[in-house]
């Protein structure tokens, strides 16, 4: 669909993901930005996975690839010099955000890493995404997840631990988003219950953690085409959040071109009927990036 008159609520603070720079992406980030264009977005934000530091948190399909550590680094610095360039290059056309998206592992000195990442290529804003638990990977494959669950002695211990990951990442990193908050039920519905009353006071706990350091939750539309009934938050985490006062922001999460702004109406409307009538986006003026609160009902 292409807007005539785009609304200000219709931009992505998360995605962009291609296989120009990582393993489950397809096709390349300019064909990406071009289909942003097309489909009516004036401001798109690309957040591409922050580079791993070590061997041992490269994905069994990257070394199946053959890749090396190093490659995902160079691929990093390849991908910040990439959407830096487009960014220019497109500005009369579309306002390319120019993010990351950050990593918890290692586990001892994350923090540390992704913080020296944004610095030193300049990104614009962070996403902080939880993809792995104790340094157990929890969003890649079902195998992992059953280890991460033998690990921490049940689905209910991992949950609790999940959430109490996010809530130390929004402390230590700040960032101006957090991805898919409950990305564990995507994996994790298939073993039991990853909502249980233990689980939601955990989940709770994150939440306060991320209204304290003034994040803002990434109602992500990928848990659509998952396979899940909504987009990342659950209804329950939605409602949490909302008398919280927490801040929303839209993010298709996209991994191809034709899945740029996919489910944004869904997920437009799944904010409304749960009585959120605003989302926040970000905005560059010059190289100053701003927030603002806009309706989603015009």
């Not at 993809?131 to 494959?141: K, S």
């Not at 939750?217 to 939605?238: I, Q």
Request: glycine share 8%.
């Amino acid at each position: 669909m292409h807007f005539t008159n785009t609304p200000a609520w219709y931009v992505s603070l998360h995605g962009g993901h291609t296989a120009e720079f990582c393993d489950h992406g397809e096709g390349r980030l300019r064909g990406l930005l071009e289909a942003a264009a097309a489909k009516g977005f004036l401001t798109y934000g690309v957040t591409e996975h922050a580079a791993r530091v070590e061997e041992r948190f490269l994905y069994p399909n990257e070394r199946d690839m053959g890749w090396t550590i190093e490659k995902v680094q160079d691929d990093f610095a390849r991908y910040a010099e990439t959407v830096f360039a487009l960014a220019d290059e497109l500005a009369g056309r579309l306002t390319v955000l120019r993010g990351m998206e950050a990593e918890v592992v290692p586990a001892d000195r994350y923090a540390e890493l992704m913080l020296a990442f944004r610095q030193r290529y300049s990104f614009d804003y962070m996403v902080g995404s939880v993809h792995y638990v104790g340094e157990m990977p929890i969003d890649n494959t079902a195998r992992q997840f059953e280890e991460a669950i033998e690990i921490f002695g049940g689905l209910e211990r991992l949950g609790i631990r999940y959430y109490h990951t996010l809530a130390e990442m929004a402390a230590a990193l700040k960032p101006e988003v957090i991805g898919h908050f409950d990305v564990i039920r995507k994996l994790g519905r298939s073993y039991g219950d990853v909502a249980t009353r233990a689980v939601r006071n955990a989940a709770a706990e994150a939440l306060e953690a991320v209204r304290q350091h003034d994040c803002i939750l990434d109602l992500n539309t990928a848990g659509y085409r998952k396979g899940l009934d909504t987009p990342y938050p659950d209804a329950w985490v939605l409602e949490l959040a909302r008398d919280m006062n927490i801040p929303f922001a839209l993010g298709d999460d996209s991994h191809a071109p034709d899945q740029v702004g996919a489910g944004f109406h869904e997920g437009r409307d799944y904010l409304l009927a749960h009585g959120i009538n605003t989302v926040t986006v970000l905005q560059r003026d010059g190289n100053a990036i701003s927030r603002i609160r806009v309706p989603l009902t015009e």
